[in-house]
């Protein structure tokens, strides 16, 4: 279990989650009802293997948020929507009206519901208490949104926004590549996403180049920007980072995973909690150097 992508949040490091096992208890995900298109809610961390809805070490605080979707394809809907509309018009000799096609679309709907196919879905979040960071395991502002949105439901109130960097992402990663020192334990990965910065400017994705060479030298000559930028962190994680403070590709390397092999355990629960440790670590560390070098604001009053 490692997060893959780190969307991130920041809420004031008073807030008390003392209570958030309970809090998450009473919006457990419930199965989607035979008229419902979707169902959320949270889940143990450990799936089948666990049943409290959060884990806790080390300040850090995983949980999970569960979910079942109907999948009813709009393409059977309206083969079926267009079969019976053809019956009525071949019957009484007349197209049927807007209203009449949307009730006989919502009759179809209903009836095909409770026998469509349900797909478990689950999205991850780590809470670091000491930071006031929520890092949501996705790359979709939307999906963490909808997860941050889940909590605040359970606890009634959380004041997490977006993060507020007070310097131009942009401006830094591309100064990064341009050849400005990087913080203590960052070196440039093997891929960058290059944007000239008018609205209708090219787009260059580098992948697998040496970023220091003289070919990515002339593109920031011409003017472009870097968007994204790939990024090690002591040789323990591998990531990429956007201007938009999103966390992609996030990967522990050897050097973290290895102390994961002292670790010799057939306990399914305990090799998890070991994992989201490392993970929790090595992700307070990272947001250190990423808060410093962007000058993240905080969230506290």
């Known amino acids: 279990m490692f997060f893959r992508n780190l969307t991130l949040f920041r809420f004031p490091i008073t807030l008390d989650l003392s209570d958030l096992e309970t809090q998450l208890a009473a919006c457990a995900l419930k199965p989607c009802g035979a008229l419902e298109l979707s169902s959320r809610g949270f889940m143990s961390p450990f799936g089948q293997h666990g049943d409290a809805f959060t884990h806790r070490g080390d300040g850090a605080l995983w949980l999970t948020v569960g979910g079942e979707d109907k999948l009813l394809p709009g393409a059977v809907v309206n083969d079926l929507l267009q079969k019976k509309l053809a019956a009525i018009e071949e019957k009484e000799g007349r197209k049927p009206g807007g ?111 040496e970023l220091s060479g003289e070919e990515i030298a002339k593109h920031l000559e011409a003017g472009k920007q870097a968007t994204r930028l790939a990024l090690t962190l002591d040789d323990h ?21 290895d102390q994961l092999e002292a670790s010799d355990s057939d306990d399914i629960a305990a090799e998890l909690e070991t994992r989201f440790a490392l993970m929790a670590g090595e992700f307070k560390r990272l947001f250190g150097v990423l808060e410093a070098a962007f000058k993240l604001s905080r969230a506290d009053p």
């Open 237 to 257: 994680v591998s990531f990429v980072l956007g201007e938009d403070l999103v966390v992609r590709k996030f990967k522990l390397l050897d050097g973290a995973v």
């Open 99 to 209: 209203r009449t096609r949307k009730r006989i679309k919502d009759e179809l709907v209903s009836e095909l519901l409770p026998r469509a196919f349900v797909r478990p879905v689950r999205t991850d979040a780590l809470i670091d208490e000491t930071l006031g960071v929520i890092a949501v395991d996705t790359s979709s502002r939307k999906t963490a949104e909808a997860v941050v949105s889940e909590v605040r439901r359970a606890l009634g109130s959380f004041p997490a926004l977006p993060l507020n960097a007070e310097v131009v992402p942009r401006a830094i990663l591309t100064g990064w590549i341009a050849g400005d020192p990087l913080p203590d334990g960052l070196a440039l990965g093997d891929e960058c996403e290059l944007r000239d910065p008018t609205d209708s400017g090219a787009v260059v994705k580098i992948q697998r180049m």
